[in-house]
């Protein structure tokens, strides 16, 4: 019988035999991993559950709380509150960040998540997910806040994210390429499905809101145009698209077999620099993707090294296969 690898037995290779992680940050890993599994059976019994539907709430940034976000929430903050690991954490569903209360030891490291991505997709039963980022926190800090999570994306130290769809499945970087396991149902373990997933550099498939394009600038609409012009125009081939909306399952599609994902800024609401949050959507994402081997920019910059200046900033993204990424990000420059 072949045994697989667990994420423990994983992990604990990363620590003890490339010493590229320390125990601590095995175990925090470990612990969101945990809480993945809780949010994945909560998500899993839909409405048998009680789960699906709003909360009656908004976040921080006015947008109306499913009660699977203020689960997921809860039960990451639960779950890493007492591990003695961490000093704060920050999420996309609290308006600022969340330090260990004094009753627990508090460690080196700052957590940041999106506790449900893809929310919009709950209750029409389609692949949503957790996105994770952690950061070390900097010396000689004694009271966190906000601030100390303000480090551009070069900084972390790990990332991952777990997708609840037809399986269950966890993505993660600790900076040494990238893994992915899967959940064994039965035995309610992280089995290593996938060691050093690399994203192919080419490819012919792309998402994208097209929904927006009315708003694209002229960079974004200069290269969905050569695209859609396919095998005549000036790329020569046939490109295809896909859009979930989910953000995990679309860049999990993109980590599986390539492509390109753009969620670019746009002139509907010129003053914000894109939708998604930098600090725990793109960053990790694009942690992942480059640990992939592919490429992940704001159109202008490589993502991980833009300075934050909110815990809730925004910034366009565009991530995936390296090359086009490079062709979209040279656009901008011109
Ligand atoms: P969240 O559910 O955490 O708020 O994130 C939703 C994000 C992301 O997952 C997805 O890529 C994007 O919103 C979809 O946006 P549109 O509905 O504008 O397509
Ligand atoms: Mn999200
Ligand atoms: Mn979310």
């Known amino acids: 019988m072949t045994s697989r690898i667990s994420l423990t037995q994983y992990l604990v290779e990363k620590q003890r035999e490339k010493g590229l992680i320390p125990a601590e940050l095995r175990l925090l890993v470990e612990v969101v991993a945990r809480a993945c599994k809780?949010?994945?059976?909560?998500?899993?019994k839909g409405a048998l559950g009680g789960v699906l539907g709003?909360?009656?709430t908004n976040n921080v940034q006015g947008e109306p709380q499913k009660k699977l976000d203020v689960i997921a929430n809860e039960t990451l903050l639960e779950a890493n509150e007492w591990g003695g690991n961490l000093a704060a954490m920050a999420s996309e569903e609290m308006d600022h960040s969340y330090t260990i209360p004094n009753r627990y030891p508090k460690g080196e490291f700052l957590l940041l998540f999106d506790p449900l991505d893809g929310s919009s997709n709950i209750d029409v039963n389609i692949?949503?997910?957790t996105?994770?980022?952690v950061l070390r926190l900097p010396e000689s800090v004694v009271d966190v806040s906000d601030e100390h999570f303000l480090q551009p994306g070069v900084k972390q130290v790990a990332a991952g994210y777990a997708i609840y769809g037809p399986a269950t499945m966890l993505v993660l970087t600790v900076g040494d390429g990238v893994a992915a396991f899967t959940l064994d149902?039965?035995?309610?373990s992280w089995s290593l499905t996938e060691d050093q997933?690399?994203?192919p550099e080419q490819t012919k498939e792309f998402a994208i809101n097209s929904s927006n394009s009315r708003h694209w600038q002229p960079p974004v609409r200069r290269y969905i145009d050569e695209l859609l012009a396919g095998r005549e125009g000036p790329r020569g081939k046939d490109f295809n698209m896909r859009w979930v909306a989910s953000m995990v399952a679309d860049v999990h599609r993109v980590m599986s077999r390539g492509g390109i994902f753009m969620y670019p800024r746009d002139n509907r609401e010129p003053e914000k620099p894109g939708k998604l949050r930098l600090l725990y959507e793109a960053n990790p994402m694009s942690f992942l993707v480059e640990q992939a081997g592919g490429a992940a920019t704001n159109g202008l910059q490589r993502i991980m090294e833009v300075q934050p200046t909110k815990l809730h900033e925004r910034v366009a993204v565009f991530l995936g296969s390296r090359e086009e990424v490079e062709r979209v990000t040279s656009y901008h420059r011109d």
Do not use: C, Q, Y
């Not at 809780?38 to 899993?44: D, K, P, Q, T």
């Open 197 to 199: 997933l690399r994203i």
């Open 54 to 56: 709003d909360a009656g």
């Open 131 to 133: 996105i994770f980022s």
């Open 185 to 188: 149902r039965e035995t309610g």
């Open 38 to 44: 809780r949010i994945s059976i909560a998500v899993s």
């Open 127 to 129: 692949s949503v997910g």
